[in-house]
T-cell receptor
Framework: EAQVTQNPRYLITVTGKKLTVTCSQN?????MSWYRQDPGLGLRQIYY???????DKGDVPEGYKVSRKEKRNFPLILESPSPNQTSLYFC?????????FGPGTRLTVL | DQQVKQNSPSLSVQEGRISILNCDYT??????FLWYKKYPAEGPTFLIS?????DKNEDGRFTVFLNKSAKHLSLHIVPSQPGDSAVYFC??????????FGTGTRLTVIP
């Protein structure tokens, strides 16, 4: 089954404790990206990757890091999470304009 | 700067009637638009799209209309079904497959 998977689905953490949200796709897509969804703001892009070892900032990259060492994986790293990073995060992959989204990771930073 | 706007946060419609969801955009360089549907606890899923060379695209019960002069697009669902209850996002890509999303409209179809 073609899919984008994210782990964990839910995470509660404390300020400053480094965390990683994993994302994996099995569709051999070159393009992957991360979004966050906040009430009243829709989905905003954090980072994207056009291919292995190629990443670039989206609209809201501050406080986040990504890496793309393999085509299928695109982890999102929060080195020092803060409460304003409490949000619902989605990973996506695709070709062309249509993107396939993972199920989301709800992160709470206390 | 919200380049894609959905001014109605919610919409309720009776089953069997038409649902019309609206979206406005400010960037005249956008040449392609997409609608995504999102159920609770799931990621958005692609629904329908339209290129700026068209003013209408239809897929079953779903039709998207594009009015370039008004920078406005709308999604029509006819007839609406309870399973259509979801949040709908319009989106526009800008280079490198990056998508600008609207804030979403929550559609509730009342049985």
């Amino acid at each position: 089954e073609a899919q984008v998977t994210q782990n964990p689905r839910y995470l509660i953490t404390v300020t400053g404790k480094k965390l990683t949200v994993t994302c994996s796709q099995n569709m051999n897509h070159e393009y992957m990206s991360w979004y966050r969804q906040d009430p009243g703001l829709g989905l905003r892009q954090i980072y994207y990757s056009m291919n292995v070892e190629v990443t670039d900032k989206g609209d809201v990259p501050e406080g986040y890091k990504v890496s793309r060492k393999e085509k299928r994986n695109f982890p999102l790293i929060l080195e020092s999470p803060s409460p304003n990073q409490t949000s619902l995060y989605f990973c996506a992959s695709g070709t062309g304009y249509e993107q396939f989204f993972g199920p989301g990771t709800r992160l709470t930073v206390l | 700067d919200q380049q894609v706007k959905q001014n109605s946060p919610s919409l309720s419609v009776q089953e069997g009637r038409i649902s019309i969801l609206n979206c406005d955009y400010t960037n005249s360089m956008f040449d392609y638009f997409l609608w995504y549907k999102k159920y609770p606890a799931e990621g958005p899923t692609f629904l329908i799209s339209i290129s700026s060379i068209k003013d209408k695209n239809e897929d079953g019960r779903f039709t998207v209309f594009l009015n370039k002069s008004a920078k406005h697009l709308s999604l029509h669902i006819v007839p609406s079904q309870p399973g259509d209850s979801a949040v709908y996002f319009c989106a526009a890509p800008t280079g490198a497959n990056n998508l600008f999303f609207g804030t979403g409209t929550r559609l509730t179809v009342i049985p």
